[in-house]
T-cell receptor
Framework: GAVVSQHPSRVICKSGTSVKIECRSLDFQATTMFWYRQFPKQSLMLMATSNEGSKATYEQGVEKDKFLINHASLTLSTLTVTSAHPEDSSFYIC??????????????FGPGTRLTVT | KQEVTQIPAALSVPEGENLVLNCSFTDSAIYNLQWFRQDPGKGLTSLLLIQSSQREQTSGRLNASLDKSSGRSTLYIAASQPGDSATYLCAVQGGSEKLVFGKGTKLTVNP
């Protein structure tokens, strides 16, 4: 149980285009999902927290107009990188919290999406 | 602002060796500390979670300790195997759901 999937696993796009990444909880309902970004040899950094049916909360320094997050259902959150630039190339990982989890701090991570902007 | 540091950044050991990975954090007001494993290009697998009130947790060949007051944690791996090769991440959680990660230690266990 507690499986989180991401699609696509890898994506290459041209500078200036937009790309959408999906995060799905496969066997549980997630009221909260988290989006992280990991640059090479750097730590995972939380970008934003999304709650089903409401606006995402972005971490300081993350442009909300550039990284659009939609959490339209209890099993799906999407991250859209708009007008992508080469510096947006990174590994994007989502995690999800089971609405029925006994412990508030438990998160289940997806396998990640490697974004390369050329 | 919480900062998490992991030492060493990389470690290479022969199979069968016992090893210790280190993690330190600047703000001792944490709720818990977790150790994760990350395989290349893949997501995270939670290995051990230590609550702030606990001193250590064990799972199989893994033992994690926590000294909250000094801001330190160690992950001990006994009798290492090639399959243990991965990047190990340490992360702390305060009163919110936000996880603050270290950069990780890349472990290579040579057969």
């Amino acid at each position: 149980g507690a499986v989180v999937s991401q699609h696509p696993s890898r994506v290459i796009c041209k500078s200036g285009t937009s790309v959408k990444i999906e995060c799905r909880s496969l066997d549980f309902q997630a009221t909260t999902m988290f989006w992280y970004r990991q640059f090479p040899k750097q730590s995972l950094m939380l970008m934003a927290t999304s709650n089903e049916g409401s606006k995402a909360t972005y971490e300081q320094g993350v442009e909300k107009d550039k990284f659009l997050i939609n959490h339209a259902s209890l099993t799906l959150s999407t991250l859209t990188v708009t007008s992508a630039h080469p510096e947006d190339s990174s590994f994007y990982i989502c995690s999800a919290r089971d609405r029925r989890a006994r412990n508030w701090y438990e998160q289940y991570f997806g396998p990640g999406t490697r974004l390369t902007v050329t | 602002k919480q900062e998490v540091t992991q030492i060493p950044a990389a470690l290479s050991v022969p199979e069968g060796e016992n090893l210790v990975l280190n993690c330190s954090f600047t703000d001792s007001a944490i709720y818990n500390l977790q150790w994760f494993r990350q395989d290349p290009g893949k997501g995270l697998t939670s290995l051990l979670l230590i609550q702030s009130s606990q001193r250590e947790q064990t799972s199989g060949r893994l033992n994690a300790s926590l000294d909250k007051s000094s801001g330190r944690s160690t992950l001990y791996i006994a009798a290492s195997q090639p399959g243990d090769s991965a990047t190990y991440l340490c992360a702390v959680q305060g009163g919110s759901e936000k996880l603050v990660f270290g950069k990780g230690t890349k472990l290579t266990v040579n057969p």
